[in-house]
């Protein structure tokens, strides 16, 4: 079982860490160590060619040693490629899915043929994990912007970008809005995370997704306190605490003129930057992020966007750091 401190990664973004087991950094060391003995081995040998007589001996030593160094290095490679197939990776993606609250999740190559899936893909889909068929484009067919998502979803496979796409799964007789995610698995290359979550005002009840008012507190006073330009959207895209600073960078004096405002409202390319794309990425640098001041100005700005989670319901929400205007 893996332990996660030990890995170094957050187990709530696991698709988007290089999952390395602490027995595979072992791995990169012996894999060094016999690099520097072949190395060696061959200069040794080279030194040693007036000592041996026979050309042929002197020949097939250094081609045994090149060929043994060859071997090992396909054999470290394919190790690296069987993290995808790994039980042990696959559960770490499955279960942190589950505990998130997706629909369901699935691991699909850039062929779009899917390989391991959860036990909710197979209730969502009972007739598409039937048939071996390209699993993320029939799902996408099921949306209001089919083409739209089609291009999100070819620029996902050919660039290896994460992508957000809105759309609608038929379960029990009922019509499900769901935002699902592309994520690109760091390796090996070629694989690719899928998941689906409903959007927020189909979930459980308004009580669930509402921000508690402990919660607001805390992260209102922490932002507030900052000296740069820092502010907090929730998932529903909704600014919760913004600094005095970013308030300047907006032009307005009353932090009651922004909280609990779109902040698609603030930008002037907003079809850009909705940030639900950003809870895609656990952290997402030089983000570049255009707004409207509150006299009509605009503001070219550079944005770091980290995605945190913030209370036992396991909200997410996004921190936003101008760190260039």
């Not at 949306?143 to 620029?155: G, Y």
């Not at 698995?185 to 979550?197: I, K, M």
């Not at 921000?211 to 740069?228: A, C, K, Q």
């Amino acid at each position: 079982m893996v332990r996660y401190y030990e890995v170094g990664i957050d187990p709530r973004f696991i698709a988007e860490s290089d999952f390395v087991h602490r027995k595979r950094h072992g791995t990169v060391t012996r894999c060094i160590v016999y690099y520097l003995a072949g190395i060696f081995s061959l200069f040794a040998l080279y030194f040693m060619r007036d000592f041996i007589k026979n050309d042929l001996v002197y020949l097939g030593a250094s081609v045994g040693v090149l060929l043994l160094l060859m071997f090992y290095s396909i054999g470290y490679v394919q190790r690296n490629l069987d993290l995808v197939t790994s039980i042990e990776f696959q559960n770490a993606l499955f279960s942190s899915a589950f505990r998130e609250g997706k629909l369901f999740s699935m691991i699909v190559g850039n062929n779009d043929q899917m390989y391991y899936a959860d036990p909710g893909f197979y209730r969502m889909f009972p007739d598409l994990a039937k048939r071996n068929a390209q699993v993320v484009d029939e799902i996408v067919k099921n949306s209001e912007h089919v083409q739209e998502n089609l291009e999100k979803l070819n620029k996902a496979f050919v660039e290896r970008t994460t992508q957000a796409l809105d759309i609608f799964v038929e379960h029990d007789a009922q019509i499900i809005k769901a935002r699902m995610l592309i994520i690109p698995l760091p390796r090996p290359s070629g694989y690719f995370f899928v998941s689906a979550r409903k959007f927020w005002e189909q979930r459980a009840s308004d009580q669930y997704d509402a921000l508690s008012p402990e919660t607001l507190h805390v992260v209102n006073s922490l932002v507030g306190s900052m000296d740069d330009m820092t502010y907090v959207v929730n998932e529903q895209g909704t600014l919760v605490a913004a600094s005095s600073a970013f308030l300047d960078l907006l032009e307005h004096s009353n932090m009651n003129d922004v909280i609990h405002k779109p902040v698609l409202e603030l930008l002037d390319q907003p079809q850009d930057h909705h940030p639900m794309q950003f809870l895609a990425h656990n952290v997402h640098e030089g983000k570049h992020v255009v707004w409207r001041s509150k006299e009509g100005n605009i503001r070219h700005t550079k944005v770091m966007h980290k995605r945190f989670n913030s209370d036992k319901r396991n909200h997410a929400l996004i921190l936003g750091k101008v760190v260039m205007a």
